[in-house]
């Protein structure tokens, strides 16, 4: 490996990897969060990413970003303000010796939580393995107790049973407190909402309701499907009341709240209906190393090209601070005010499988 590809920069050992400040996009927000997908494929088939009626075309192993490439470019991120690391997907577990890659980014100076989201599909026998490695929390997405509607919802006829068995796994492991990312959609699962929440609280989940988005172009968004997140609060609070919690920090991007009894709580992310762009501090690396800084880009910074023709430290910097800093991304906002004033137009956008929830 030749001495470009170490991390040498003299930006970067002059701040230790910890820098006393990020820099700031054009909207005044900084860089705190960095989600990276380590594969475009998964073994699910959900309406809201990757529905079944299309058929894919992964990528080559070639052109996905090495743990050594993917190392090094987290470093860099750490360097620029970044201290939340979440491995996404696809489907991360689909990732061979992921646990190889966490020891990896769990060993860098300033990375203060790692996390994953998984379908849990193959959690279970790999949870102790991941936390061994480092991992701190996990999130499943989890989106109906009902097999016959988990089937349906998986695209693939699965059964949620290797599901809950990789929750009891990670539990045990320690990669907690468990998290359930659930998508509820009116008429598809949204009698389960209650029953949900009411099941994760009893086995000390934290379930967080998302709002159904228009992540992509693939999943035929209508607007008509979506609970909104006081709907979803509504509902809960009928039966089991709650009372809203502060946020813990800035960009928290759910809305939190605790029952009243204190056993727990519950939270929504209303990314359709209470937008929050204004606090968004989130980059996303995709598997073949395009660097996004919304959910909702079209286009992203092509960071493969330059990383694999022996570019330095500085250069990567460089390109990785001049888009932060030319970011004005707000689409939900931009969203919201154009289904307020009905001239929504659905927008090519990259697909959620390739770049993570």
């Known amino acids: 490996m030749s001495d470009s590809s170490t991390s040498s920069s003299g ?43 299309k058929k894919y075309q992964f990528l080559p192993r070639r052109e996905l970003l090495s743990f050594e490439e993917i190392e090094r470019v987290t470093r860099l991120f750490v360097s620029l303000g970044v201290r939340k690391v979440r491995l996404t997907g696809g489907e991360p577990l689909l990732r061979s010796e992921l646990p190889r890659l966490v020891e990896m980014l769990a060993g860098i100076p300033g990375v203060e939580d790692l996390a994953l989201t998984t379908n849990g599909l193959k959690l279970a026998p790999l949870a102790q393995q991941l936390a061994d490695a480092g991992l701190r ?9 009902n097999p016959e509607t988990f089937a349906r919802l998986s695209g693939l006829g699965h059964s949620p049973e290797p599901v809950l068995e990789g929750l009891e796994a990670a ?3 320690g990669l907690g407190p468990i998290k359930l990312n659930v998508v509820p959609m009116r008429g598809v699962n949204e009698q389960e909402v209650v029953p949900l929440a009411r099941w994760a609280r ?3 989940y934290v379930v967080r309701f998302i709002e159904y988005m ?12 979506v609970i909104s997140a006081t709907d979803i609060i509504d509902r809960i609070d009928q039966e089991m009341p709650l009372e809203a919690l502060a946020p813990a920090h800035r960009g928290e991007v759910a809305t939190r709240y605790r029952y009243l009894d204190g056993g727990g709580e519950v939270g929504v992310i209303a990314s359709v209906t209470q937008p929050f762009c204004g606090d968004c501090v989130r980059a996303r690396l995709s598997a073949e190393g395009e660097v996004f800084t919304c959910l909702f880009s079209r286009h992203g910074l092509d960071l493969r090209a ?10 990567l910097l460089r390109l990785l601070t001049a888009q932060w800093r030319g970011r004005r991304d707000r689409y939900s906002e931009q969203r919201a005010e154009d289904l307020r004033a009905g001239r929504f137009e659905a927008v090519e956008k990259v697909e959620m499988y390739r770049i993570g929830g």
């Open 214 to 225: 228009d992540v992509g172009t693939l999943n035929r968004w209508d607007p008509e499907t």
């Open 306 to 315: 330059p990383l694999r023709s022996g570019a330095g430290d500085d250069e």
């Open 171 to 173: 539990q045990a492991a």
């Open 137 to 145: 929390r996990v999130t499943v997405s989890f989106h109906s107790l």
């Open 11 to 53: 930006a970067l050992q002059g701040a230790a990897g910890l820098p006393s400040a990020s820099p700031l996009d054009r909207l005044g927000r900084g860089l705190r969060d960095l989600r990276i997908s380590v594969t475009d494929r998964c073994n699910f088939r959900c309406p809201f990413c990757m529905p079944a009626h």
């Open 202 to 204: 009893q086995r000390g």
